[in-house]
């Protein structure tokens, strides 16, 4: 258990409707990343936290995506509109992290968004 | 945009065989990670190498670093089953971590 942990496990949509994530990192942590994975791929940058102030967003991301961390501590994800292709594996990680450098990643057991 | 590149895609091996895989980039980097992902679950750290670094060491995981050929390799000797998993590599560079597309890896009893 990597002490981050993902809210659902699994959701399962109607195209249009929206959705929201909830990921709580490890209580000391002061990054978050949220991150995107699709099958046989490697996890896709969506965007990232220093404490509650979010430093960096995918150009990648449509505007329908928007992150949250209030109080620096937990974080949600929302899709508006949601479509065929937000069909993924949402992935949130947190890490320690005083330099401009991205140390060690702990991972959350990711959500997995089916979108009908 | 993915900057790692994993090479092979798949590899499948009897247990008790060494495995290696191997990774390339394209920018300078800070450090190079890999991470261990399990059918359907989150990534797990295994090993961090920072680009002043030539050879790490964990266990039954060996990483070197050639920042001249922008190549990183990841070796695990005695495999077991419980290793069959994908495998990334993740180059931290201009404050972000750019993955590969993984190396699927499968030890056969």
């Known amino acids: 258990d990597t002490g981050v942990s993902q809210d659902p496990r699994h959701k399962i949509t109607k195209r249009g409707q929206n959705v929201t994530f909830r990921c709580d990192p490890i209580?000391?942590?002061?990054?978050l990343y949220w991150y995107r994975q699709t099958l046989g791929q490697g996890p896709e940058f969506l965007t990232y936290?220093?404490?509650?102030?979010?430093?960096?967003k995918s150009r990648l991301l449509s505007d329908r995506f928007s992150a949250e961390r209030p109080k620096g501590s937990f974080s949600t994800l929302e899709i508006q509109r949601t479509e065929q292709g937000d069909s993924a594996m949402y992935l949130c990680?947190?890490?320690?992290?005083?330099?401009?450098?991205?140390?060690?990643?702990?991972f959350g057991s990711g959500t997995q968004l089916s979108v009908l | 945009s993915q900057q790692g590149e994993e090479d092979p895609q798949a590899l499948s091996i009897q247990e008790g065989e060494n495995a290696t895989m191997n990774c390339s980039y394209k920018?300078?980097?800070?450090?190079l990670q890999w991470y261990r992902q399990n059918s359907g679950r989150g990534l797990v750290h295994l090993i961090l190498?920072?680009?002043n670094e030539r050879e790490k060491h964990s266990g039954r995981l060996r990483v070197t670093l050639d920042t001249s050929k922008k190549s990183s390799s990841l070796l695990i000797t005695a495999s077991r089953a419980a290793d069959t998993a994908s495998y990334f590599c993740?180059?931290?560079?201009?404050?972000?971590?750019?993955w590969g597309a993984g190396t699927k890896l499968i030890i056969k009893p």
């Open positions: 990680a947190s890490s320690l992290a005083f330099a401009a450098t991205n140390e060690k990643l702990f």
């Open positions: 209580s000391e942590h002061n990054r």
């Open positions: 936290f220093q404490n509650e102030a979010q430093l960096e």
């Open positions: 920018t300078s980097i800070n450090n």
């Open positions: 190498i920072r680009s």
């Open positions: 993740a180059t931290d560079s201009n404050y972000q971590l750019i």
